[in-house]
T-cell receptor, first 111, second 116 residues
Framework: KNQVEQSPQSLIILEGKNCTLQ??????????LRWYKQDTGRGPVSLTI?????NTKSNGRYTATLDADTKQSSLHITASQLSDSASYIC??????????FGKGNQVVVIP | DSGVTQTPKHLITATGQRVTLRCSPR?????VYWYQQSLDQGLQFLIQ???????AKGNILERFSAQQFPDLHSELNLSSLELGDSALYFC???????????????FGPGTRLTVL
């Protein structure tokens, strides 16, 4: 079983609509959780970094939430744009300098 | 543009061969990370160097090795290549030693390796 599970694996949404991506993790002790956006063929770009004490963090139209008790995080995209089409990767940093990656949520925004 | 450069952008080679991927970190960053990304596995952390020394090891095969030079650029050497090594290889850099802290990792554009 993967240490970081993301769902849905892929989704298609209409431009202007909202969507929410889920990330559940099992690793511990938790250090921080990051969401990255990766355009096709490009390197990942950091969207948010959240520590244990942070419940919500926003970056423009992206809002991440974290529930460290249930080990769940979400990334909400508001008023989606065509440029939001990408893979969104959840990464959990834990223990002594260790990290676990989700396989990503593939988002396709259509006009 | 993250400030991290990787060369070459694409590499096509045959099984059994050896290749070297190169990464130049952002100016001032001391840490370099190497990642492998394949379609079925997602991103996998391979290895980290900090100021010339190996700092952390992930799922790196014995056929793979890396080093960081005094000018802080890094090279990832892949030998006895197999079909399954075909993937995107990313390098990332950060200023700090420990990735568990709140340092930002900046990813390069990647090298796409195809093993035929």
């Amino acid at each position: 079983k993967n240490q970081v599970e993301q769902s849905p694996q892929s989704l298609i949404i209409l431009e202007g609509k909202n969507c929410t991506l889920q990330c559940n993790y099992t690793v511990s002790p938790f250090s921080n959780l990051r969401w990255y956006k990766q355009d096709t063929g490009r390197g990942p770009v950091s969207l948010t970094i959240m520590t244990f004490s942070e419940n919500t963090k926003s970056n423009g139209r992206y809002t991440a939430t974290l529930d460290a008790d249930t080990k769940q995080s979400s990334l909400h995209i508001t008023a989606s744009q065509l440029s939001d089409s990408a893979s969104y990767i959840c990464v959990v940093f834990y223990g002594n300098n260790r990290l676990a990656f989700g396989k990503g949520n593939q988002v396709v925004v259509i006009p | 543009d993250s400030g991290v450069t990787q060369t070459p952008k694409h590499l096509i080679t045959a099984t059994g061969q050896r290749v070297t991927l190169r990464c130049s970190p952002r100016s001032g960053d001391l840490s370099v990370y190497w990642y492998q990304q394949s379609l079925d596995q997602g991103l996998q952390f391979l290895i980290q160097y900090y100021n010339g020394e190996e700092r952390a090891k992930g799922n790196i095969l014995e056929r793979f090795s890396a080093q960081q030079f005094p000018d802080l650029h890094s090279e990832l050497n892949l030998s006895s290549l197999e079909l399954g090594d075909s993937a995107l290889y990313f390098c990332a850099s950060s200023p700090l030693k420990t990735s568990g802290r709140l340092d930002e990792q900046f990813f390069g554009p990647g090298t796409r390796l195809t093993v035929l």
